[in-house]
């Protein structure tokens, strides 16, 4: 993954393995505003390539941090069965070993689901979420793992196949972000499509890869959300297939004290910091505003 121009690449060491960041190249004059973390979703080849558009325009405001999850682009990717409570520990140590005030958090799709859960459980870790399209694949009882899809995944040796020939090529790669997170595939470029292909073809890479499309990963957002007490905006593309607007509307409504604000973004799919880099850019300013204030209001 290209590094963004002013940032620079570094990493920490969580219980489970090395965590590949991206920050700022040299430090903010101005050390009164909260850490603000973009955490990317799961998917073949996903990174912190996919807030690479929209962290940089923070650079100047806030200590900007957009790291790859323990098993995919840049950091460790150690061969393991992975479950929920792996991500929930190392991206809590991430948050601990960055700074010991409470963060901004910025996550999309599953992470963001996991990032509820997180604010529940170390509240002292979280100011403030700000969520795009938040599910935990399992929301309400609709167990993703009883898809056909996710039982094809889960036999062995078939699995890898199925990674390697529909996952970590190019083809596959480029039908996922048109089937899965795009309304618009004319928008995919060749340099995402080269990312998310970097990142999948990275050794053991299918370990990480294989739990979330198994659904190892899933859970009932639901049962979680109800709990939150961190105020939260979310954000939700119009024309989401893989998680509908109908889900993200229901799950919003489980806790209004909360949820502060629900934005739709027109045109546009499951991934709007890809898709529509600019909105997504502007929304999440908005919402900043709303939780932080200006610079000059202070934290």
């Avoid at 083809?171 to 795009?182: H, Y």
């Avoid at 593309?237 to 949820?259: D, H, I, K």
Wanted: contains cysteine.
């Amino acid at each position: 993954m290209q590094v963004p121009p002013g940032f620079k690449q570094a990493s920490v060491s969580t219980s489970l393995g090395r965590m590949t960041y991206y920050t700022q190249a040299e430090t903010l004059a101005t050390s009164d505003r909260p850490n603000l973390v973009f955490f990317h979703g799961f998917g073949g080849g996903s990174s912190a390539y996919e807030w690479s558009q929209v962290y940089p325009a923070f650079a100047t405001e806030y200590p900007v941090f957009a790291p790859d999850l323990l098993g995919w682009g840049k950091s460790d990717h150690p061969a393991r069965d992975y479950r929920v409570e792996d991500y929930l520990t190392t991206m809590e140590e991430f948050l601990e070993q960055i700074g010991s005030a409470p963060a901004a958090v910025i996550a999309s799709s599953l992470t963001a689901a996991m990032m509820v859960r997180l604010a529940i459980a170390h509240p002292e870790r979280v100011r403030c979420l700000v969520l795009v399209s938040p599910s935990g694949l399992s929301d309400f009882g609709v167990d993703y793992r009883r898809s056909f899809f996710a039982q094809l995944v889960s036999i062995p040796f078939l699995d890898r196949l199925i990674y390697r020939a529909g996952v970590a090529s190019m083809a596959g790669i480029r039908s996922f972000l048109e089937q899965r997170q795009f309304a618009h595939p004319e928008r995919i470029s060749p340099e995402l499509v080269d990312a998310y292909l970097t990142s999948a073809q990275q050794p053991n890479a299918e370990y990480a890869a294989l739990a979330f499309v198994r659904g190892d990963l899933c859970f009932d957002l639901a049962e979680y959300l109800p709990q939150l007490a961190k105020p939260t905006a979310i954000l939700w593309g119009r024309q989401s297939q893989f998680t509908p607007l109908e889900l993200g509307q229901r799950l919003a409504a489980l806790n209004s004290m909360a949820v502060c604000s629900f934005h739709i973004i027109e045109d546009c799919g499951l991934t709007p910091q890809l898709e529509l880099p600019a909105v997504t850019t502007a929304l999440v300013q908005r919402a900043l505003k709303q939780f932080l204030g200006t610079v000059n209001d202070g934290a």
